[in-house]
């Protein structure tokens, strides 16, 4: 299974602004271009709940035809399942809960999985497992930063999309790409790829774990 991820960071390191509960993009429209024809090579598109807080509506590509299957990683199954991404019966969801809990005071729609895969060792593999045994061939990690570095410190992420855009944000509070976390084993990373559009930096990049 392919598993890659596209994000985009500003010259601090950060992949958007400080205390928002809606998404703000820091990309100009071509960055938004490349993550719509990114979602195209994907049968999957996984993120997690501050990401679905944010934009809690489907992760369209440009293909109508397409439906990826959603999944969504939560350590407290705190999300509105009322919300517009699940009135949609012909995507399937699951939602990955961090604990035992796999019930909610509101009942999940019937295309909505709920699978209990606790966060302790172990628990990324056992997530990729499931995503593979839904019939997933390639997988797009769209965020936040945590969900990124918890696949990295997985040595699970192979490749990144990554837009430098030149902006600094400035503030410590901030989301962070890595979340502000350390890897225990960085990956080594080679360019696979790289084009300028106007003012942005757009790079391929290929992981490998030693």
């Known amino acids: 299974m392919r598993v890659f991820a596209c994000m985009a960071t500003s010259l601090d390191g950060k992949i958007g602004p400080a205390g928002v509960d ?66 949609h019966p012909e995507i399937p969801i699951t939602i990955f809960s961090g604990t035992q809990k796999t019930k909610t005071n509101q009942h999940p729609p019937d295309h909505v999985e709920i699978v209990s895969i606790p966060e302790q ?29 918890r696949f990295m410190e997985a040595s699970a992420l192979e490749e990144l999309y990554l837009t430098l ?8 509070r901030a989301p962070a790409l890595l979340a502000g976390q350390s890897l225990s084993r960085p990956p080594q990373v080679s360019i696979l790829g790289s084009k300028q559009v106007e003012d942005e930096t757009f790079l391929h990049l290929e992981f490998k774990y030693t």
Not at 165 to 172: A, E, M, Q, S
Request: hydrophobic content about 40%.
């Open 121 to 149: 060792p172990g628990q990324m593999d056992s997530i990729l497992k499931h995503i593979q045994g839904c019939g997933i061939e390639s997988l797009l990690i769209e965020g936040g930063g945590h969900i990124l570095y």
């Open 22 to 87: 809606q998404f703000v993009a820091i990309g100009s429209r071509y960055d938004m271009d490349n993550l719509m024809a990114l979602r195209d090579e994907a049968d999957g598109i996984l993120f997690g709940a501050s990401t679905f807080r944010t934009w809690p509506k489907v992760h369209y590509g440009n293909d109508p035809a397409r439906n990826p299957h959603h999944f969504i990683m939560s350590r407290s199954l705190d999300l509105d399942l009322q919300a517009e991404l699940f009135q």
């Open 165 to 172: 855009v030149p902006k600094v944000i400035g503030d410590k």
